[in-house]
Antibody, heavy 122, light 107 residues
Framework: QVQLVESGGGVVQPGRSLRLSCAAS????????MHWVRQAPGKGLEWVVI????????YYADSVKGRFTISRDNSKNTLYLQMNSLRAEDTAVYYC???????????????WGQGTLVTVSS | DIQMTQSPSSLSASLGDRVTITCRAS??????LAWFQQKPGKAPESLIY???SLQTGVPSKFSGSGSGTDFILTISNLQPEDFATYYC?????????FGGGTKVEIK
């Protein structure tokens, strides 16, 4: 069955960096686009970024553009999110989610990981 | 950006009830609409895609309808495991956007 396991969360000071990972199994990772979605404490869901099956296409939310970078290693079945210049408002649980297709257009989420908490605080 | 508006933001219902949640998009999104369920402290789970298609393994008590700008999620025969927060989300265009959520509570 599909499994997505995030890691790398923790407490980090404002302005510092953190890298999240999402280990995928149970499907052919290299065939599907992948997303990061976040949820601030007590708030709703916010889509962050998508990467296509081969890493050639990426779209970012304006709130993270220029600070966050998504990447993937299809040989390791792993998705990454490099987060730089972190701000207090980036505090959230970060979920990776599998896309329904390999491309970035008209793709919905079908499976979600359990999430990893990132806390940005001095 | 496409704004997604859910109503109500919360509702109280009894076991066995049928409830409906509405979701409105600020512009037409065809049927590129998904619904998710989230229980406290847990990750969201995908329920419906393409406005009315059930994800694998989702019981038929959940149903979705709508197209364009107006969508509905219906939950029949409410059971204890259905009390949760429900979100709609459009995937017609980037940035992908979610509704604010509807919390379904026990009356």
């Amino acid at each position: 069955q599909v499994q997505l396991v995030e890691s790398g969360g923790g407490v980090v000071q404002p302005g510092r960096s953190l890298r999240l990972s999402c280990a995928a199994s149970g499907f052919t990772f290299s065939n599907y686009g992948m997303h990061w979605v976040r949820q601030a404490p007590g708030k709703g869901l916010e889509w962050v970024v998508i990467i296509s099956y081969d890493g050639s296409n990426k779209y970012y939310a304006d709130s993270v553009k220029g600070r966050f970078t998504i990447s993937r290693d299809n040989s390791k079945n792993t998705l990454y999110l490099q987060m730089n210049s972190l701000r207090a408002e980036d505090t959230a649980v970060y979920y990776c989610a599998k896309g329904s297709s390999g491309i970035v257009g008209a793709t919905y989420f079908d499976y979600w990981g359990q999430g990893t908490l990132v806390t940005v605080s001095s | 950006d496409i704004q997604m508006t859910q109503s109500p933001s919360s509702l109280s219902a009894s076991l066995g009830d049928r409830v409906t949640i509405t979701c409105r998009a600020s512009q037409g999104i065809s049927n590129y609409l998904a619904w998710f369920q989230q229980k406290p402290g847990k990750a969201p789970e995908s329920l419906i895609y393409a406005a009315s298609s059930l994800q694998t393994g989702v019981p038929s008590k959940f149903s979705g309808s709508g197209s364009g700008t107006d969508f509905i999620l219906t939950i029949s025969n409410l059971q204890p495991e259905d009390f949760a927060t429900y979100y709609c989300q459009q995937y017609n265009s980037y940035p992908l956007t979610f509704g604010g959520g509807t919390k379904v509570e026990i009356k």
